[in-house]
């Protein structure tokens, strides 16, 4: 699924349009957060296997309009090989059905829409006293888009446990099929870099820093979406910070929870600068239940070439004003490049049956619109967004 120009909030489904390639969520596993716990795990192989199923169902919707829905039913599986080594592997399909976005979109809203993507990825580790070595592989295949991903990282832990150095580094190669009224194809190259630090300050404290940079160049405009003349590089920059707090002591309802915050700035070439905000609260409770509410907010400004909707009083809808005149100038009408706030609230919920299973269910719900834009006006014109996702998994250990 297609997430908003800055990755942090649902928006249409990519069968409305090109998706970025799977590399970006190899480099984001680099920075998963064990909890409170010191990270030595991650540096010893596996001692055991684990297999699990999951299913994503993702429904949005406008003021009156049912727009996509996605099923996603996926595998995976971790274990060790050998004395020093393990895999991971994980695979899956979505099917995309539903209606295009009312708001800009050469397609209307009254029209259907159906797509199917098969996607996989597989990870070797190589594991050693305090270093872990991680090369990748990921693909993603469609009727209009296909994408293949490499990836490689290191983690590196100090003498004392306390801190871990981390870097990691992807290169996907993706292929767009155009589409009528708007036949864009060709090649897209992206390139995405991660550094990052994560220290235990304290019994109960972890604190993390990932710098992150993206250089994607080639066909990058939508051909879903017309007029959509987009530059043909984009370069991406991201800080993120996160803080995790166990509360060892205190009331009742509080102890022995964890509470999970984490602050990411984006910024890009095209213009779009970007705030999140996310806070998680994980409490454990008896017999291997665990849950835990979370919370998300999001503003963005524009891009410099998105347009609003207010269209050339010549030429008509779809074409944004003067581009009768400049018709070869930097334009989009994808909403995801507009400026809008969002905010998103669900909840995780997991039971350990026993050593061996698990099972997990997490639901979330999101709203996005220009007028919820902080520090800046949103941009004008578009309906507002609503999302739901669910999804629900299980495990077993052996």
């Known amino acids: 699924m297609q997430l908003s120009a800055t990755a942090t909030g649902p928006a249409p489904h ?17 920075l998963a957060l064990p909890g409170v716990a010191p990270p030595a795990a991650a540096y010893d192989p596996p001692d055991g296997h684990t297999v699990g199923v999951r299913h994503l169902d993702y429904r949005d919707a406008q003021p009156g309009l049912r727009r996509v829905r996605v099923s996603s039913p996926s ?54 006293d305090r270093t872990a070595w991680t090369v990748g592989l990921a693909h993603s295949d469609e009727n209009d888009y296909r994408s293949r991903a490499v990836s490689a990282g290191v983690r590196l832990r100090s003498e004392d446990g306390n801190t871990e150095w981390s870097g990691a580094a992807a290169f996907a190669r993706d292929r767009i099929d155009g589409a009528d009224p708007s036949p864009i194809a060709g090649d897209r190259r992206t390139l995405e870099l991660s550094a990052g630090v994560t220290r235990i300050t304290s019994p109960h404290d972890i604190v993390a ?25 984009r370069d991406q920059a991201s800080v993120l910070l996160r803080w995790n707090h166990h509360i060892a002591d205190g009331p009742t309802a509080l102890a022995g929870s964890t509470l999970r915050t984490q602050y990411r700035h984006y910024r890009d070439s095209w213009g779009v600068r970007a705030h999140t905000l996310g806070i998680e609260w994980v409490r454990p409770l008896a017999h291997g239940w665990t849950l835990a509410p979370l919370a998300r907010l999001h503003s963005q400004s524009a891009a410099r070439f998105y347009f609003d909707p207010v269209y050339d009083p010549v030429l008509g809808a779809p074409f944004p004003p003067g581009f009768a005149a400049s018709p070869e100038r930097a334009v989009s009408p994808d ?64």
């Open 335 to 398: 909403q995801r490049l507009s400026a809008f706030g969002a905010l998103a609230a669900g909840l995780r919920v997991a039971w350990r049956i026993d050593e061996a299973w698990t099972v997990d269910l997490r639901a979330e719900w999101y709203r996005q619109q220009g007028t919820w834009r902080i520090g800046g006006e949103g941009s004008p014109g578009l309906a507002r967004l609503d999302a739901r996702i669910l999804q629900l998994g299980a495990s077993r250990r052996f």
């Open 75 to 128: 595998v995976w599986y971790t274990g060790p090989v050998g004395e020093d080594w393990s895999i991971a592997a994980s695979g899956g399909v979505d099917a995309v059905s539903g209606a295009s976005p009312r708001w800009h979109t050469a397609v209307s809203g009254a029209s259907s829409l159906r797509d199917r993507r098969v996607f996989g990825d597989l990870r070797l580790t190589r594991h050693a």
């Open 209 to 233: 820093l990932q710098l992150g940079f993206a250089r994607a160049d080639g066909t990058l405009s939508d051909p879903y979406k017309y007029p959509d003349i987009r530059p043909e590089r």
């Open 14 to 30: 990519a069968g409305s349009g090109p998706r970025p390639g799977p590399g970006g969520a190899l480099l984001a596993a680099a």
